[in-house]
C-alpha cells in the first residue's frame, strides 16, 4: 500500500522568503509523485510531477521539486514567494499499475503574509 | 484541448432528500473518471472511479453511488442524503495509459 505524509499543516512566511513544503512518501513498488495546487473554492491544478528522468522538476509558478528516493521524499520549493502563492498544497502518489489511482497527502495550507 | 465541467457549483439540500452531482469532460475519449470529496481539514478522499463506460468501483462503502451512463459522463448520487455528505465534490479525469488527474472545479454541497 502506498501513503503521502505532509509534515505541516501549515506554514506562515513573509513575502519574497524562501519556502519548502515537506512530503515523504511510501511505496514497495516504483513511484510517480504530484503536487497540486488549489485556491480558495477552486478545483486543483497541477503544479508539478516526477514520472522518471531528472530527479529535480520545475513547475509551474516558479516552483520546483526533488525526488529523493533514498529518503522518500519530494519537498516542494519556492525562492521567493508571493501573496498570491497562498493556497492549500497537496502532494501525491502514484505507483505502477493498472488503475492509475493516486494518493493524496491531507494538504499543507501555505500563508504569504505582506 | 480537454477541458473538465461540473455542475452545480453550489447546492443546499435537506436532510433525505436526493442528490444527482454532474461532471462531464470535453476533448478525450476514453478517460479514466473519479469522484472525490474533500471536507474540512480531512483531504481528499476516493469515492468512486471508473475506467469505461458501465464501470463503476467503489472506494468508500456509503449512501452514495455512480454512474457512467457516456464515455465522458459520470454522474455522483444518493437517494437520501445526510448530514455527513456535505462538503466539496471534485471529479477528475486522466488520460488511459498515462494517469496524470485533472481536475473539475468542484460543487460545494451543504446538507441541512
Known amino acids: ?114 | 484541448s480537454q477541458t473538465i465541467h461540473q455542475w452545480p457549483a453550489t447546492l443546499v439540500q435537506p436532510v433525505g432528500s436526493p442528490l444527482s452531482l454532474e461532471c462531464t469532460v470535453e476533448g478525450t475519449s476514453n478517460p479514466n473518471l473519479y469522484w472525490y470529496r474533500q471536507a474540512a481539514g480531512r483531504g481528499l478522499q476516493l469515492l468512486f472511479y471508473s475506467v469505461g463506460i458501465g464501470q463503476i468501483s467503489s472506494e468508500v462503502p456509503q449512501n452514495l453511488s455512480a454512474s457512467r451512463p457516456q464515455d465522458r459522463q459520470f454522474i455522483l448520487s444518493s437517494k437520501k442524503l445526510l448530514l455527513s455528505d456535505s462538503g466539496f465534490y471534485l471529479c477528475a479525469w486522466a488520460a488511459e495509459n498515462r494517469g496524470t488527474q485533472y481536475f473539475g472545479p468542484g460543487t460545494r454541497l451543504l446538507v441541512l
Do not use: M
Open chain 1, 1 to 114: 500500500a502506498q501513503s503521502v505524509t505532509q509534515l505541516d499543516s501549515q506554514v506562515p512566511v513573509f513575502e519574497e522568503a524562501p519556502v519548502e513544503l515537506r512530503c515523504n512518501y511510501s511505496s514497495s513498488v516504483s513511484v510517480y509523485l504530484f503536487w497540486y495546487v488549489q485556491y480558495p473554492n477552486q478545483g486543483l491544478q497541477l503544479l508539478l510531477k516526477y514520472l522518471s528522468g531528472s530527479t529535480l522538476v520545475k513547475g509551474i509558478n516558479g516552483f520546483e521539486a526533488e525526488f529523493n528516493k533514498s529518503q522518500t521524499s519530494f519537498h516542494l520549493r519556492k525562492p521567493s514567494v508571493h501573496i498570491s502563492d497562498t493556497a492549500e498544497y497537496f502532494c501525491a502518489v502514484r505507483s505502477g499499475g493498472s488503475n492509475y489511482k493516486l494518493t493524496f497527502g491531507k494538504g499543507t495550507l501555505l500563508t504569504v503574509n505582506p
